[in-house]
């Protein structure tokens, strides 16, 4: 370049000196030389780079230049096996491709509501899972297969090292690799499945708003309001059992069955749960502190009965077959069991127990005594419904609490039972009624032993002890029932005697002898326990009866007709005026002990109407005859006297009508316990507390008022 440079300044234009314009000219064209010359330098650097880069390119190509012409030097048996292997490798490689690109080309359809058309989905997707199979069964292979060749052209030579380490690490990354072969379409389309399932379930779940029979005895909703015997041929309509059915299938195969279950168990569960809670059951959530007795709450326990049974036999027998019908051919043998378990819990059965719990747990009396015997009876009727439905191994908790139930409700009854003798044979510590009549403890077990008699209660009592006693390893005795009803027969016989002489007043103890023995006679007779006693037994009762008549008209009326005795009286005018004082003394004296009688029987009652019109003809008979007689005998001479009515109170009509008065029953009374006296007698004048109830509180056991 020097050399160059030197050849062009000495071929350059010659200044010359002594020009002035010329000299001008010529560095004019010293500087265009320049220019050029530093714009051929610039072309020249630049070719000169671009060289440079081109070197790098093919330095860099070189490798695979060499890797490329390689196989040319290689033996031609090398690369003739190089096409064998490469072909093996390179045809299941691309059927995978080809599988692949298919698979993703179900991705928009897949991505739709599966509602839209359901079986188009299903068939879609089983496709899927068909191709997600054979890549799963053959990318391995095809894998296997590139891995093989590789070896093939490392062991031949036949390819760079470099090339085949990259080739080796992708084959290893697919190889190793955990994701899923769809990226996860399958997946997104199963949760869209199931959520199809959820709302296929719940738009199809319509809870039933049902009305049950009004508040009956058992007996009579057995009879006039029988509940219904179906409520639908399906909870489910078919077309939807059938699609419901069709997805399973595909959750089924894909392991998801359990998620479904679980959903189902859920939304038919609630379904359940919403249809009884359209009957109105506030009432189940009553605690034990909250009633004293089962007859403060009689009405909620028929409803209970009635709710339990229309749930037992309608809402869960339902669900039964229906949870058979959709998960029976699914999973293992109690996989549909434990849907169904889960169902029955949800929708309340638990509390439908627990009430009945409740109702054991309530204060022990005779009136539970029989709403005991009325759930043993309701529950044993439902035995075959609760074992079928619930008999099985997930159901395990309903067992126990059921199981449970039963027994609380069978000892309970037992306790009260084997008790009544005892609390009736207290009775005889208790005052009899000041009033004479028949206490409240004899016409309530009366009536209490002739239901335990009867048809509803007799056969359930026995069963009950006869489980009871094959609890305890024992052998029911035969004719127990019938023979610890006659020991509270014989107790409240006694307990007649005893009360009978607690009375100050004779009178009274006749009275109340009287109504006493009656009663037993009239209310036994031709009923259950009538036909217990024997006829003799009845007929001694009816003997008393009229052997305490008898003493009460002698020793109460029976003392009245002395006084208007004759015996004296002398109706000559010698003797008149003290024949006059006489007889208007007797009058006196018949109208005190008449007034007193009175006094006593106005507060004392005869309930039976037979009876006591009998004794008060009787009284009559007694009283007025002589009473009239003496009247109209005597009566003019004491009439002469201006204080006539002093001695005088009564006409014959209106004694006899004072008399018919009297022990009249009174349907509202409240009459009230006589204080036992020291002595053991019942003092008249003491009043205690009234009758409010047939049961006392419980600080006294279940002990019944007299």
């Not at 030389?33 to 070189?62: P, T």
């Not at 090398?78 to 490798?89: F, K």
């Not at 719940?202 to 039933?208: E, F, G, I, N, R």
Request: net charge neutral; charged share 25%; hydrophobic share 40%.
């Amino acid at each position: 370049m020097a050399r160059r440079s030197s050849s062009l300044f000495r071929g350059g234009p010659k200044v010359r000196g002594g020009g002035g314009g010329g000299g001008i000219e010529n560095l004019l064209a010293v500087r265009r030389s320049l220019e050029s010359i530093l714009k051929k330098s610039r072309a020249l650097a630049s070719a000169v780079e671009n060289a440079g880069l081109g070197i790098d390119e093919i330095y860099h190509r070189l490798p695979d230049l060499e890797a490329a012409v390689r196989p040319s030097g290689a033996p031609k048996g090398a690369l003739a096996g190089a096409g064998s292997h490469i072909g093996r490798a390179v045809s299941p490689g691309s059927v995978v491709l080809k599988v692949f690109d298919a698979l993703h080309g179900l991705e928009p359809f897949l991505l739709t509501d599966p509602l839209d058309d359901l079986q188009g989905y299903l068939s879609v997707l089983k496709r899927l899972e068909e191709a997600i199979q054979f890549l799963g069964d053959n990318c391995g292979h095809a894998i296997q297969w590139l891995e093989d060749s590789v070896d093939y052209l490392e062991e031949s030579s036949l390819a760079d090292d470099r090339y085949l380490a990259r080739l080796r690490t992708s084959l290893k990354s697919l190889k190793d690799s955990k994701s899923p072969l769809d990226g996860g379409l399958l997946d997104a389309a199963l949760e869209r499945l199931e959520s199809a399932f959820r709302r296929l379930l719940v738009d199809s779940s319509v809870s039933l708003a049902l009305a049950l029979p009004s508040s009956k005895p058992l007996n009579a909703i057995r009879e006039d309001q029988k509940l219904p015997q179906v409520i639908a041929p399906s909870p489910l309509p078919m077309p939807v059992i059938q699609q419901l059915l069709s997805i399973l299938d595909r959750l089924s195969a894909n392991g998801r069955v359990e998620r479904c279950s679980k959903i189902y168990a859920e939304v038919r569960g609630s379904n359940a749960q919403a249809t009884l809670g359209n009957l109105g059951l506030d009432y189940l959530s009553i605690s034990a502190q909250e009633f004293v007795d089962v007859r403060r709450i009689d009405v909620e326990i028929v409803e209970w009965m009635k709710h339990l049974e229309f749930a037992v036999k309608h809402v869960l027998e339902a669900e039964f077959k229906l949870c058979y019908e959709i998960f029976g051919r699914f999973g293992p043998p109690d996989f549909w069991k434990n849907c169904f378990a889960d169902i029955a819990t949800q929708a309340g059965l638990l509390s439908f127990l627990q009430f009945g719990m409740t109702v054991t747990e309530s204060r022990t009396d005779p009136d539970k005594l029989l709403k005991l015997l009325e759930i043993f009876g309701f529950l044993n009727r439902l035995r075959s419904d609760f074992n079928r439905l619930f008999g099985m191994k997930p159901c395990a908790k309903i067992q126990s609490i059921t199981r449970d139930l039963i027994k609380r409700v069978i000892d309970g009854a037992c306790e009260i039972f084997f008790d009544l003798h005892n609390q009736a044979k207290s009775q005889g510590q208790r005052p009899p009624p000041s009033d004479g009549g028949v206490p409240k403890v004899v016409t309530f077990l009366v009536d209490y032993c002739n239901r335990l008699l009867g048809d509803d209660h007799k056969p359930l009592l026995t069963q009950v002890l006869d489980i009871h006693q094959s609890w305890r390893g024992e052998n029911l005795q035969e004719g127990l029932v019938t023979k610890a009803i006659m020991e509270i027969i014989v107790a409240l016989e006694r307990n007649l005697e005893a009360w009978s002489k607690a009375y100050d007043d004779a009178t009274l103890s006749y009275i109340f002898s009287i109504n006493t023995h009656s009663y037993f006679y009239r209310q036994l007779k031709g009923t259950r326990l009538g036909d217990l006693l024997d006829d003799q037994r009845l007929r001694d009762h009816d003997a008393l009866t009229d052997y305490y008549s008898t003493l009460y008209l002698r020793n109460c009326w029976g003392r009245l007709p002395p006084f208007l005795s004759r015996k004296g009286l002398i109706l000559v005018s010698k003797g008149r005026a003290a024949t006059i004082d006489l007889v208007k003394k007797r009058f006196t004296a018949f109208n005190e002990a008449f007034d007193e009688i009175h006094r006593k029987h106005s507060v004392w009652v005869i309930p039976d109407k037979d009876l006591r019109e009998k004794l008060s003809q009787l009284a009559v008979q007694t009283v007025v005859p002589v009473y009239r007689s003496f009247l109209q005998s005597y009566g003019s001479l004491v009439k002469q006297d201006s204080n006539s009515d002093k001695h005088i109170k009564h006409t014959a009509e209106s004694l006899e009508n004072s008399i018919g008065s009297l022990f009249q029953h009174k349907p509202a009374r409240s009459p009230s316990l006589q204080a036992a006296q020291s002595n053991g007698k019942v003092n008249d004048a003491a009043r205690i507390n009234q009758y409010q109830s047939p049961l006392l509180d419980e600080n006294v056991g279940f002990g019944l008022y007299v």
